[in-house]
């Protein structure tokens, strides 16, 4: 009979620290979601440097270890750290200073470099001439369609 009690009761205890634990992180959420596009935004080009990253060390057969993958983790988890760090100071600080979005594009422009890098050792072209070449591709065909149209 007292183990049953006991077992309720720690039953209890879980039910109310698991409801506190959603409260919490439910207001977590709500207080980041201002700045949830930039998080995202990071998040997806770390994600698309990873990929690079894994395809060119295949490529070049550099072998892959676990230490060299829990990087990116790292990597992930500084970078939103320091994106909502950037919030917190310019939310209650200094609310006159953009220091989330300077915050943000020098993130953004460490992972596109990265990505450049990587892409350069897969295809052995530069990233920012391929794009370049790319758009002024497609923005020639767009053109010489509307001309044709008009």
């Known amino acids: 009979m007292m183990i049953v009690q006991e077992r309720k009761e720690m039953m209890s205890i879980k039910t109310i620290l698991i409801s506190k634990l959603y409260y919490f992180f439910g207001l977590i959420m709500v207080l980041l979601t201002p700045i949830e596009g930039a998080l995202i935004a990071i998040g997806v080009l770390i994600g698309i440097d990873f990929t690079f990253g894994l395809i060119a060390a295949a490529k070049?057969?550099?072998?892959?270890?676990?230490?060299k993958m829990s990087q990116s983790i790292i990597k992930m988890f500084v970078y939103q750290l320091l994106i909502i760090a950037s919030f917190i100071t310019m939310t209650y600080l200094i609310p006159w200073f953009p220091l989330v979005k300077i915050t943000i594009a020098f993130i953004g422009m460490t992972e596109f470099l990265s990505i450049g890098e990587s892409f350069q050792r897969i295809t052995g072209l530069e990233f920012v001439k391929y794009i370049k070449d790319y758009l002024m591709r497609h923005i020639k065909k767009y053109s010489d369609d509307q001309k044709e149209k008009g």
Do not use: G
């Open 60 to 67: 070049s057969k550099v072998k892959i270890t676990s230490k």
